[in-house]
């Protein structure tokens, strides 16, 4: 029970900087709403009911953060080895590609296979796009953030074109693949709602990668790394490897994001699969202060704006921008409040746990 009591004394000032941020940036979005002649405590009341407390809207919520909270992990793995997942959009669209080509080439075997096959394809085609960026990093030292970003264009255009090609649906009005297989969607978990499966993988991936992080040498190596790669590589670990599974993970658990897109909501490949969640991602990751939890919590948060978004704007007269302005002031407060309230990592201890002069 102490040592319980402990943890929670320990993580309770990690969440300050962030719950200051979001509550600032609710303020001055507020303060915009009352510029523009809005009411904004109708606005927020109207936004946050729709997307919390209503069945449809709830669902409509977890919907949006199933592609949100993988992605996240993504970047948040990656950002603990020391790297800059720049391309989590990208890789969104080749996970949705591996997904489709699963759903639509493999036909006649029932959903209990045919669901993780599809995601595993999700799951490798995202996961070799973060691989190739990791291993340019690792062993030719280019820049993952110029690597990663730049993918995102090869990505993007390599989707359009086999959806206006090899991948078109029959007389299809708009570049978009035919519906994949019935076995190979994601069942809905809220009946009457757009609420699948997605969520239960992303919840279940989250929950895998606290595991891997705090309770395996995999997340000991990927801090060392991250804190200081030179006395990680002088205690015996292979920064290279490090990176690149880093990346390559990074970039699956985005794939994934993308598979849940086409194999739980859209059933199709479509030229546009996601509206920006690889770079809302990057918010995400970097508000949660490296916890897999402040990642649940915070997509969870990003969802509910997007999700009730529409409803404040119907209700309230807000327009839907204002929600795309609260999450950039959020992420800007938060720089500012690590700035202020946050003091600096001692690097030292990194660097004495992995000395050989401490092993005996």
Same mark, same amino acid.
């Not at 919390?52 to 080895?81: D, E, I, W």
């Not at 993988?201 to 989250?206: D, E, I, T």
């Not at 699969?273 to 915070?298: E, K, N, Q, W």
């Given at each position: 029970?102490?040592?319980?009591?402990?943890?929670?004394?320990?993580?309770?000032?990690?969440?300050?900087?962030?719950?200051?941020?979001? +509550?600032?940036?609710?303020?001055?979005?507020?303060?915009?709403?009352?510029?523009?002649?809005?009411?904004?405590?109708?606005?927020?009341?109207?936004?946050?009911?729709?997307?919390?407390?209503?069945?449809?809207?709830?669902? =409509?919520?977890?919907?949006?953060?199933?592609?949100?909270?993988?992605? !996240?992990?993504?970047?948040?793995?990656?950002?603990?080895?020391?790297?800059?997942?720049?391309?989590?959009?990208?890789?969104?669209?080749?996970?949705?590609?591996?997904?489709?080509? /699963?759903?639509?080439?493999?036909?006649?075997?029932?959903?209990?296979?045919?669901?993780?096959?599809?995601?595993?394809?999700?799951?490798?085609?995202?996961? @070799?796009?973060?691989?190739?960026?990791?291993?340019?990093?690792?062993?030719?030292? #280019?820049?993952?953030?110029?690597?990663?970003?730049?993918? =995102?264009? @090869?990505?993007?255009?390599?989707?359009?074109?086999?959806?206006?090609?090899?991948?078109?649906?029959?007389?299809?009005?708009?570049?978009?693949?035919?519906?994949?297989?019935?076995?190979?969607?994601?069942?809905?978990?809220? !009946?009457?709602?757009?609420?699948?499966?997605?969520?239960?993988?992303?919840?279940? +991936?989250?929950?895998?990668?606290?595991?891997?992080?705090?309770?395996?040498?995999?997340?000991?190596?990927?801090?060392?790394?991250?804190? =200081?790669?030179? /006395? +990680?590589?002088?205690?015996?670990?292979?920064?290279?490897?490090?990176?690149?599974? #880093?990346?390559?993970? +990074?970039?699956?658990? /985005?794939?994934?994001?993308?598979?849940?897109?086409?194999?739980?909501?859209?059933?199709?490949?479509?030229?546009?699969?996601?509206?920006?969640?690889?770079?809302?991602?990057?918010?995400?990751?970097?508000?949660?202060?490296?916890?897999?939890?402040?990642?649940?919590?915070?997509?969870?948060?990003?969802?509910?704006?997007? !999700?009730?978004?529409?409803?404040?704007?119907?209700? /309230?007269?807000?327009? #839907?921008?204002?929600?795309?302005?609260?999450?950039?002031?959020?992420?800007?407060?938060?720089?500012?409040?690590?700035?202020?309230?946050?003091?600096?990592?001692?690097?030292? !201890?990194? #660097?004495?746990?992995?000395?050989?002069? =401490?092993?005996?």
């Amino acid at each position: 029970m102490r040592q319980i009591f402990r943890q929670i004394l320990v993580i309770i000032p990690s969440l300050l900087p962030p719950v200051v941020a979001i +509550a600032s940036a609710l303020l001055v979005g507020a303060g915009l709403m009352l510029v523009a002649g809005a009411n904004p405590i109708a606005a927020y009341t109207a936004l946050f009911q729709e997307s919390l407390s209503t069945y449809f809207g709830f669902g =409509n919520t977890l919907t949006k953060m199933a592609p949100l909270l993988l992605t !996240s992990l993504g970047v948040l793995v990656a950002l603990r080895a020391g790297q800059f997942n720049i391309g989590g959009e990208g890789q969104i669209y080749m996970g949705a590609l591996g997904s489709a080509i /699963a759903g639509l080439s493999i036909k006649g075997i029932p959903a209990l296979i045919h669901v993780p096959l599809a995601l595993l394809a999700g799951f490798l085609f995202g996961g @070799i796009w973060g691989l190739i960026p990791g291993y340019l990093k690792a062993v030719r030292g #280019v820049n993952e953030v110029i690597t990663t970003l730049l993918l =995102n264009y @090869i990505a993007f255009n390599l989707v359009s074109y086999l959806v206006q090609g090899p991948l078109m649906a029959p007389n299809a009005p708009s570049p978009y693949s035919s519906i994949i297989a019935r076995s190979a969607q994601l069942p809905i978990i809220l !009946s009457g709602s757009l609420a699948h499966a997605g969520i239960l993988v992303g919840l279940v +991936a989250a929950g895998v990668l606290w595991v891997l992080l705090q309770r395996s040498p995999f997340g000991y190596r990927t801090a060392a790394v991250g804190m =200081n790669p030179i /006395a +990680a590589r002088y205690g015996g670990i292979s920064v290279q490897r490090t990176i690149m599974l #880093v990346m390559g993970l +990074a970039g699956g658990l /985005a794939g994934l994001a993308g598979a849940s897109e086409v194999m739980g909501l859209k059933f199709r490949l479509f030229e546009q699969v996601s509206p920006g969640y690889g770079f809302d991602a990057i918010a995400i990751a970097f508000l949660s202060r490296g916890s897999v939890l402040g990642v649940v919590l915070t997509s969870l948060f990003f969802s509910a704006l997007r !999700s009730g978004a529409n409803v404040m704007q119907r209700s /309230a007269g807000v327009p #839907v921008t204002i929600v795309f302005a609260i999450q950039g002031l959020t992420v800007l407060f938060v720089a500012i409040s690590q700035r202020w309230l946050v003091k600096p990592p001692q690097r030292e !201890s990194i #660097v004495q746990k992995v000395s050989p002069a =401490n092993e005996s």
